[in-house]
């Protein structure tokens, strides 16, 4: 997969490339630095990112960088069915998602992810949260 001009390719730790417009990357501050120091000629490999969470990812900037653009006209409840449905996901997809969206600096991703776990915690203790989340000590 070649990129086209202004875009930036990323790859997941199995070697699965995606390709992001550079209104999907404005999205994401460690994404922007890479456009800005790294050769666009290859693949910019994220090895802690597994491909379902990468796709995951480029979908959801691509949606931010289309709807931003105005390529993509949603009335507000279907943006907000949008955004719903994408966090319709087992707890520990959650969790990874909340994990990428921190590590690439998409701070709607993050908030997003924040909102949808907030309920989820409501009266649990810690043990029980990382149990559910899959969470484990480093």
Do not use: Y
């Not at 390529?71 to 994408?86: I, N, V």
């Not at 600096?105 to 810690?126: D, F, H, W, Y």
Request: net charge negative.
């Amino acid at each position: 997969m070649v990129a086209t001009a202004n875009s930036l390719r990323i790859a997941a730790r199995d070697g699965t490339v995606f390709e992001l417009s550079p209104s999907a990357v404005e999205h994401s501050e460690t994404l922007r630095d890479m456009v800005e120091e790294t050769d666009q000629s290859e693949a910019c490999v994220l090895p802690d990112m597994d491909s379902d969470i990468l796709a995951k990812v480029v979908a959801f900037l691509t949606f931010l960088g289309d709807t931003k653009s105005g390529s993509l006209k949603l009335s507000d409840d279907e943006h907000a069915e949008w955004k719903k449905s994408f966090v319709e996901v087992d707890k520990p997809r959650l969790a990874r998602l909340l994990r990428a969206g921190d590590f690439l600096k998409i701070q709607e991703l993050v908030t997003l992810v924040c909102e949808a776990i907030m309920p989820m915690t409501t009266g649990r203790n810690s043990q029980q949260i990382r149990a559910d989340f899959g969470a484990v000590n480093t």
